[in-house]
């Protein structure tokens, strides 16, 4: 059995932890920084941690696809795997403490107007106090209760909101929120909703679910996160009332388009906070560790046969 490990990211911990692990499977494992540098003749892997997708589209022996990131919307296209019944198991898990913390920071950022202050400070200008706002008291609506939901939900409590609530696809979730609705129910909640924090996988049902009419439903000088998908929000709609001050302000880590268009009106928001899809790097210590720990734990049941923790839906699409 061989084994591929694509990062250009592990440390020599991870690579000590990876032979281990496939040792103790009874495979041979070959490191690559790129899937431009895999040689010919490792084409032929039975399990890739990392990803490849010139081996994906064309090896059809290929057993096992670990992509080291959570959202897999890109290869839900049908005959993306040359084997159609390869396993397809992402990291997730690992993600929930990096962009929740990403998500309680840039809340904060535009909630305290900390993105303006800068600004002046750094042009050598001395700002005078202006309107803020707090998370103690916020009502909070976090749209998308998996693992990053729930992990910022878990944070965000400390701050005492008013009001926590969660909605999803099933309607339900932890206990860590005062109640969960389903999406269908959305629209009901939003007029009491301070701040709305996305972090929503890329699928069909959530393209496009914050609309123009879902934007104007949120209560007046409300805040939006969202480090899910881009293509999960009408920009235009959002560009419109964040002009308008509809919106008090909003962060955005993704975007309908990635890179961003130099033409957008994003760029020029003075209330929009923008960071370049990097929530969820692969740069947090913690991050990495759990990441190697999770394909790690799979093998071990993909060795012996047993069901994969970290199997990714194909219906579903996460």
Same mark, same amino acid.
């Not at 560790?289 to 699409?317: C, I, Q, S, W």
């Given at each position: 059995?061989?084994?591929?490990a694509?990062?250009?990211?592990?440390?020599?911990?991870?690579?000590?932890?990876?032979?281990?692990?496939?040792?103790?499977?009874?495979?041979?494992?070959?490191?690559?920084?790129?899937?431009?540098?895999?040689?010919q003749?490792?084409?032929?892997?039975?399990?890739?941690? /990392?990803?490849?997708?010139?081996?994906? $589209? &064309?090896?059809?022996?290929?057993?096992?696809? #670990?992509?080291?990131?959570?959202?897999?919307?890109?290869?839900?296209?049908?005959?993306?795997?040359?084997?159609?019944? #390869?396993?397809? !198991? %992402?990291?997730? /898990?690992?993600?929930? *403490?990096?962009?929740?913390?990403?998500?309680?920071?840039?809340?904060?950022?535009?909630?305290?107007?900390?993105?303006?202050?800068?600004?002046?400070?750094?042009?050598?200008?001395? /700002? $005078?106090?202006?309107?803020?706002?707090?998370?103690?008291? #916020?009502?909070? !609506? *976090?749209?998308? &209760?998996?693992?990053?939901?729930?992990?910022?939900?878990?944070?965000? +409590?400390?701050?005492?909101?008013?009001?926590?609530?969660?909605? #999803?696809?099933s309607?339900?979730?932890?206990?860590?929120?005062?109640?969960?609705?389903?999406?269908?129910?959305?629209?009901?909640?939003?007029?009491?909703?301070?701040?709305l924090?996305?972090?929503?996988? /890329?699928t069909?049902?959530?393209?496009?679910?914050?609309? +123009?009419? +879902?934007?104007?439903?949120?209560?007046?000088?409300?805040?939006? *996160?969202?480090?899910?998908?881009?293509?999960?929000?009408?920009?235009?709609?959002?560009?419109?009332?964040?002009? %308008?001050?509809?919106?008090?302000?909003?962060?955005?880590?993704?975007?309908?388009?990635?890179?961003?268009? $130099?033409?957008?009106?994003?760029?020029?928001? $003075?209330?929009?906070?923008? &960071?370049?899809?990097?929530?969820?790097?692969?740069?947090?210590?913690?991050?990495?560790? +759990?990441n190697?720990?999770?394909?790690?734990?799979?093998?071990?049941?993909?060795?012996?046969?047993?069901?994969?923790?970290?199997? *990714?839906?194909?219906?579903?699409?996460?």
């Amino acid at each position: 059995m061989k084994i591929l490990a694509i990062n250009n990211l592990f440390e020599e911990k991870h690579i000590e932890l990876i032979k281990k692990g496939a040792a103790e499977a009874g495979a041979q494992v070959h490191f690559y920084t790129s899937d431009k540098e895999i040689l010919q003749s490792d084409f032929d892997a039975d399990i890739i941690y /990392g990803f490849a997708p010139e081996i994906v $589209k &064309t090896n059809k022996n290929l057993k096992w696809l #670990c992509v080291p990131w959570a959202g897999v919307d890109s290869l839900m296209v049908p005959g993306y795997f040359a084997n159609e019944d #390869c396993i397809l !198991t %992402n990291s997730a /898990g690992s993600y929930g *403490v990096s962009i929740a913390e990403h998500m309680i920071a840039s809340a904060l950022v535009v909630l305290r107007r900390m993105n303006e202050f800068y600004d002046e400070t750094r042009a050598g200008f001395w /700002g $005078k106090p202006r309107s803020q706002k707090s998370l103690k008291d #916020c009502r909070i !609506t *976090v749209l998308g &209760t998996g693992d990053i939901g729930t992990t910022f939900a878990k944070r965000v +409590r400390a701050f005492e909101p008013a009001a926590l609530i969660g909605v #999803c696809r099933s309607g339900k979730a932890g206990d860590i929120y005062d109640k969960v609705l389903p999406v269908s129910e959305l629209d009901s909640v939003l007029p009491e909703t301070d701040l709305l924090a996305m972090s929503l996988p /890329g699928t069909p049902e959530t393209r496009n679910i914050l609309t +123009r009419k +879902r934007i104007e439903l949120l209560a007046e000088g409300a805040c939006i *996160v969202n480090v899910g998908r881009g293509t999960a929000i009408d920009e235009e709609a959002l560009a419109d009332n964040l002009e %308008n001050g509809h919106l008090y302000g909003a962060a955005l880590d993704v975007f309908q388009t990635e890179p961003l268009s $130099k033409n957008s009106r994003l760029w020029k928001l $003075k209330n929009l906070v923008m &960071t370049p899809h990097v929530a969820g790097n692969l740069t947090v210590a913690y991050t990495k560790d +759990r990441n190697v720990e999770m394909f790690l734990e799979d093998l071990k049941n993909f060795t012996a046969g047993r069901p994969m923790h970290y199997l *990714v839906d194909r219906k579903l699409g996460y």
